[in-house]
């Protein structure tokens, strides 16, 4: 099994480039099968979830060709059987994308029903509510949810929730229904705006995507297109983290400033020097960091896929700072490994009150899942120490060549699959 081992104290300092949004191109991939003709995608970043997602695709019959590790063309016009198994529904969530794609194009499609994962119980009650505003009789038959619609009509559906998942999905259903179809409450992350680009790559008729209420006219046919997925915000954010807690100056290359606002006013509240450019941002991280309070929510607030992220830097930030989930039930669970470490922290349901410390000492511990396991990598990189991070097949999902870009920042890490491996670098480090 293989592990990141870590000897921290090492300040960041330099460049890393950022790669293409996980979470757009998840979405992205599903809606390049609602045509015929040939898609080609770049910029997609070359994480386990992506290749998942190419597999459960492939496993229906789309064709997909690799250009290279970060470009595919996609050709959706074979795909026979229009029902998602389980091995790939258990991998990756995102396959849920292909439900809404498949049945806007074929007016059928079957999905093994998501389970919950580890932050949280995910239910997708407002994916079906949205189908079925749009004619779609939906029914949970043996754990699959069963889509079919003689026609899929335009309507006005207001979402209960704010949910990125929800949104995307039914505006690709309705990005072939007939007529016009509103969707209020909508999500407005940077990654739905990209699969509303998209699509209207492919001549969809999409408008209002980035605002809570996005309008759609549905058309008959999509057609080929050319498109790169935006830069990943998550990604960003975890590398502007890593120089903060560092105490570093990292130079974070090819991003969109303006989808890490957000992120950038916490790092200046905690004493962070954030300077923007076109397609870059410095974090310059010197002195003392001090407390602050943040709440997660929906886009243009504070990601809730950041929150490990800045939980671990608060930590070492003198006062008390509080953290408030407001969007999955179970996203602390980096704190309990965070307390071997040394931290000094107490959840009380979807708030966790830090009190900073000194300093962190390296331990083995394990990630839990995919961001609170970027985030104790980042804990490991501030600790006096070594540390041993296992289970990272979950960072693996969501970060491309992790440990490579931050050895190219001066961290200690490396990947490792033995004892062996582990004593070469404790001799290397001293
Ligand atoms: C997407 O998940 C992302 N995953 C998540 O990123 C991200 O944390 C989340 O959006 C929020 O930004 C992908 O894009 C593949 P939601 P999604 O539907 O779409 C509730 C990562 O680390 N809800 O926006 O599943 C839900 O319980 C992952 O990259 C309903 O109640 O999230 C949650 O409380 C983790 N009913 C809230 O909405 C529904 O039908 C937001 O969920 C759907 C969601």
């Given at each position: 099994?293989?592990?990141?081992i ?16 996980k979470?757009a191109?998840l ?6 099968t ?6 080609t ?8 979830d992506v290749?998942?997602m190419?597999?459960a695709m492939?496993g229906i ?7 290279d590790k ?8 074979l ?6 198994d389980?091995?790939?529904m258990?991998?990756?969530r ?9 049945l806007g ?6 999905v093994?029903l998501?389970g919950?994962?580890?932050i949280?119980s ?9 189908f079925?505003a749009?004619?779609?009789?939906v ?10 619609a003689?026609?899929?009509?335009g ?5 209960d ?14 990005a072939m229904a ?11 992350e ?8 998209f ?6 008729n999409?408008k209002?995507?980035g605002?809570?209420?996005?309008r ?21 954010g ?11 100056d ?25 300077e923007?450019?076109?397609?870059a941002?410095r974090?310059?991280?010197k ?5 602050t ?8 607030g504070?990601p809730?896929d950041?929150?490990?992220?800045i939980?671990v830097t608060?930590?070492l ?10 969007i999955?039930?179970n996203r602390f669970?980096?704190v309990?490994?965070l307390t ?9 349901g979807n708030?966790a ?6 300093n ?10 995919l ?9 490991g990189?501030?600790?006096e120490?070594?540390?041993i991070?296992?289970?990272?097949h979950?960072?693996?999902?969501g970060?491309?060549d ?16 033995s ?5 070469k ?6």
């Amino acid at each position: 099994m293989e592990q990141y081992i870590i000897k921290g104290g090492n300040p960041l300092s330099g460049e890393v480039e950022i790669g293409g949004a996980k979470n757009a191109a998840l979405a992205i991939l599903a809606a390049a099968t609602m045509t015929d003709e040939t898609v080609t995608i770049d910029n997609l970043p070359d994480v386990r979830d992506v290749k998942v997602m190419l597999k459960a695709m492939e496993g229906i019959g789309v064709i997909v060709e690799r250009l290279d590790k970060h470009a595919v063309k996609i050709n959706g016009s074979l795909v026979q059987n229009k029902s998602i198994d389980f091995e790939f529904m258990k991998k990756i969530r995102a396959s849920y994308y292909l439900l809404g794609a498949l049945l806007g194009k074929y007016k059928r499609a079957d999905v093994v029903l998501p389970g919950g994962c580890n932050i949280g119980s995910r239910p997708i009650d407002q994916h079906i509510k949205g189908f079925r505003a749009l004619g779609a009789e939906v029914k949970i038959e043996h754990g699959l949810i069963v889509t079919k619609a003689e026609r899929l009509v335009g309507n006005h559906i207001y979402l209960d929730v704010v949910t990125v998942g929800a949104t995307i999905n039914v505006m690709m259903a309705a990005a072939m229904a007939d007529g016009k179809t509103i969707i209020e409450n909508a999500a407005k992350e940077p990654h739905v705006v990209d699969v509303a680009n998209f699509l209207n790559s492919m001549g969809a008729n999409i408008k209002g995507a980035g605002t809570d209420v996005i309008r759609i006219r549905g058309v008959e046919k999509l057609h080929k297109t050319e498109y790169s997925v935006i830069p990943d915000q998550i990604e960003a954010g975890t590398f502007m983290f890593a120089g903060a807690i560092t105490k570093g100056d990292v130079l974070i290359k090819n991003v969109i400033p303006k989808h890490l606002e957000s992120i950038s006013a916490k790092l200046i509240e905690i004493g962070c020097e954030v300077e923007e450019f076109d397609d870059a941002v410095r974090v310059i991280s010197k002195g003392e960091l001090h407390h602050t309070h943040v709440k997660t929510l929906p886009y243009p607030g504070y990601p809730t896929d950041m929150q490990p992220q800045i939980g671990v830097t608060l930590a070492l930030c003198e006062g008390t700072s509080i953290v408030t989930e407001s969007i999955f039930e179970n996203r602390f669970k980096y704190v309990d490994e965070l307390t071997r470490m040394g931290a000094n922290i107490k959840v009380e349901g979807n708030t966790a009150i830090i009190d900073g410390v000194k300093n962190y000492t390296g331990a083995a511990i394990n990630a839990p899942d995919l961001r609170a396991g970027a985030a104790l990598v980042l804990a490991g990189l501030a600790a006096e120490g070594i540390t041993i991070v296992d289970d990272i097949h979950y960072i693996q999902r969501g970060y491309e060549d992790f440990e490579v870009k931050l050895q190219q920042l001066g961290a200690q890490i490396e990947k490792v699959a033995s004892e062996r491996d582990i004593q070469k670098f404790k001799l290397k480090v001293g």
